[in-house]
T-cell receptor
Framework: GENVEQHPSTLSVQEGDSAVIKCTYS??????FPWYKQELGKRPQLIID?????GEKKDQRIAVTLNKTAKHFSLHITETQPEDSAVYFC?????????????FGTGTRLQVTL | GAVVSQHPSWVICKSGTSVKIECRSL??????MFWYRQFPKQSLMLMAT?????????EQGVEKDKFLINHASLTLSTLTVTSAHPEDSSFYIC??????????????FGPGTRLTVL
């Protein structure tokens, strides 16, 4: 089955700096890679996703890059703000069949300090 | 759009009792729903995939007789934790995919249910 590794487990940055979180996956059949933000005790919220037919996607301060050859993808947050502090999870999934399921990374706790 | 609700948001029960958690898609139909368990400071672990009108598919190591899943309609899936024990205490989260969009695999998550077994 799919195995997703995520690094770092914790990340502390100063407000205004950039944050980068990296994930690797094992199953070459995976072709959908979402990123979720989870605040303490709350539901995961989709913040951005990318499919294997593109290498990069950007949405305001958030961007995701994908390298299918190397089987890794990264989340980039620029101009970080205190409200970006949360746990971020990457995930991978094959877009085949109605039961295609997400495999999550272990999470990165991002803290943005003033 | 794409709102998923869960009920209850939290529950405390005695060891040996059963607890039912409901997951509803409020503004869309969901052929497939997923049930996850999340222990403190850990990732989401998929327990089972719930398919409307058929049996759920359980992940390896998840006891199907202990975690009963029913997906009787396109908007409701239920997870029943039978004979709950303290080690079942966790945050249970469901998610749903919009039916008919096989090319879009976005999963929308419910707010979660915190189960505490005394």
């Amino acid at each position: 089955g799919e195995n997703v590794e995520q690094h770092p487990s914790t990340l502390s940055v100063q407000e205004g700096d950039s944050a980068v979180i990296k994930c690797t996956y094992s199953d070459s059949a995976s072709n959908y890679f979402p990123w979720y933000k989870q605040e303490l005790g709350k539901r995961p919220q989709l913040i951005i996703d990318i499919r294997s037919n593109v290498g990069e996607k950007k949405d305001q301060r958030i961007a995701v890059t994908l390298n299918k050859t190397a089987k890794h993808f990264s989340l980039h947050i620029t101009e970080t703000q205190p409200e970006d502090s949360a746990v971020y999870f990457c995930a991978a999934s094959p877009l085949t069949g109605t039961a295609s399921k997400l495999t999550f990374g272990t999470g990165t706790r991002l803290q943005v300090t003033l | 759009g794409a709102v998923v609700s869960q009920h209850p948001s939290w529950v405390i029960c005695k060891s040996g009792t059963s607890v039912k958690i409901e997951c509803r898609s409020l503004d869309f139909q969901a052929t497939t729903m997923f049930w996850y368990r999340q222990f403190p400071k850990q990732s989401l672990m998929l327990m089972a995939t719930s398919n409307e009108g058929s049996k759920a598919t359980y992940e390896q190591g998840v006891e199907k007789d202990k975690f009963l899943i029913n997906h009787a309609s396109l908007t409701l899936s239920t997870l029943t934790v039978t004979s709950a024990h303290p080690e079942d205490s966790s945050f249970y989260i469901c998610s749903a995919r919009i039916s008919g969009r096989s090319s879009t695999d976005t999963q929308y998550f419910g707010p979660g249910t915190r189960l505490t077994v005394l």
